[in-house]
């Protein structure tokens, strides 16, 4: 512990900018404080993270479902619409003296219209599938940095007693008194 406390103590004491070097004292850098807290991390987080994800891919497959449906139903109304077309068709031969274009018209702008449908259903299934992808990933990056945070501050109230507190507080003041020096 008294490494610890004297690698923050010697924070204040480095030689000035332009100098390089290893610090080869394994306690001082915090090697092993850095590994127990990715291990826990690593360990409590892993359950609470496969939960999120898979109740993310449950609503993304449940939205993947809906698009699907709403794709049937586009396509039950497409062919609807082709049976009409028939039907336009039929009657464009009956009338084929009297309004051959105008019927030929209607018909291009059916299929027209029924083509945009679909391809906005189409667009909108996308959309939700990209949104709902991306909103999971920000509530999981969300979620694995406040356990991060949390276990971290757990760790570092748990690890510190008053006198190393005090003691972090004065290496601390003392390095910025030096930084200031510096700058002065």
């Known amino acids: 512990m008294k490494n610890v406390t004297d690698s923050f103590v010697s924070l204040g004491h480095?030689?000035?900018?332009?100098?390089?070097?290893?610090?080869?004292?394994?306690?001082?850098?915090?090697?092993?404080?850095?590994?127990?807290?990715?291990g826990v991390l690593i360990f409590f987080g892993k359950g609470v993270l496969r939960d999120l994800l898979d109740n993310r891919k449950q609503r993304i497959l449940n939205t993947i479902r809906n698009s699907e449906e709403l794709r049937?139903?586009?396509?039950?109304?497409?062919?609807?619409?082709?049976?009409?077309?028939?039907?336009?068709?039929?009657?464009?031969?009956?009338?084929?003296?009297?309004g051959y274009s105008e019927i030929e018209r209607e018909k291009l702008n059916l299929i027209n219209s029924t083509y945009k449908t679909l391809e906005q259903l189409e667009n909108y299934k996308n959309e939700t599938i990209n949104f709902e992808q991306q909103r999971a990933i920000n509530q999981v990056r969300q979620r694995v940095f406040q356990q991060a945070l949390q276990g971290a501050l757990g760790t570092l109230n748990s690890c510190l007693n008053n006198e190393l507190h005090l003691r972090t507080i004065s290496a601390n003041i003392g390095m910025f008194g030096a930084m200031k020096e510096i700058t002065d």
Do not use: C, H
């Open 14 to 38: 480095w030689p000035s900018a332009g100098s390089f070097g290893f610090n080869t004292d394994i306690l001082a850098t915090n090697l092993i404080n850095l590994s127990v807290v990715l």
């Open 72 to 98: 049937g139903g586009a396509i039950e109304q497409l062919e609807k619409t082709r049976a009409r077309l028939r039907k336009v068709e039929m009657e464009a031969d009956q009338f084929r003296v009297n």
